[in-house]
């Protein structure tokens, strides 16, 4: 658990209000999924983890007629583990590991037109994802020089899909080359 990404993620949701599961998993679906894979079933096990683990605590809330809900609300212990998380993954950099490398490495099983085609495909799906992060609204509040962590989240993933985006379009004009 010590550098897991949903545990900060959850920890992080948590730190500014006690929510619901439901409320968590709509949020992350809504806003979030450009920047993680968590998924609901995954989230619900995290969350009896956590709680198991004393990070969080869990309440029962009824309101009206509606059926009884599990509201979710850090622990001090909880919090503790979110900033020492938080430092842990500003600090040091993520490995990188990418599964479209793995086509990569196999390319050449496959004849040429057919490679040129697939990597076109995936060069469009690229700019569609460019262009939704370029929608994506700024956000309200500071941090440093007039930053919101949200939209340094944001400009991180353009950055990186640009760059993406850039060698794809070198190695698309190399491979177009005729062989010698």
Do not use: C
């Not at 006690?18 to 968590?24: A, D, E, F, K, V």
Request: aromatic share 6%; hydrophobic share 40%; charged share 25%.
């Amino acid at each position: 658990m010590a550098s897991d990404p949903n545990t900060l993620l959850l920890l992080g949701l948590l730190k500014g209000q006690r929510q619901h599961g439901y409320q968590l998993n709509e949020f992350i679906e809504r806003n979030l999924g450009r920047f993680t894979t968590l998924k609901k079933a995954t989230a619900y096990a995290a969350l009896d983890r956590l709680e198991k683990n004393g990070l969080i605590e869990a309440t029962t809330e009824q309101s009206g007629n509606r059926p009884a809900r599990r509201v979710y609300g850090l622990t001090e212990t909880g919090e503790t583990q979110f900033l020492d998380l938080l430092r842990a993954h500003l600090a040091r950099p993520e490995p990188v590991a990418f599964y479209g490398d793995l086509g990569m490495m196999f390319l050449n099983q496959l004849p040429r037109p057919e490679v040129l085609d697939l990597l076109n495909e995936r060069a469009t799906q690229i700019d569609d994802q460019i262009s939704g992060l370029q929608r994506v609204p700024t956000h309200e509040g500071t941090l440093g020089q007039g930053l919101f962590g949200v939209d340094l989240a944001v400009s991180r993933q353009l950055a990186l899909l640009r760059a993406d985006r850039a060698w794809l379009t070198q190695t698309l004009d190399r491979l177009r080359q005729p062989q010698p």
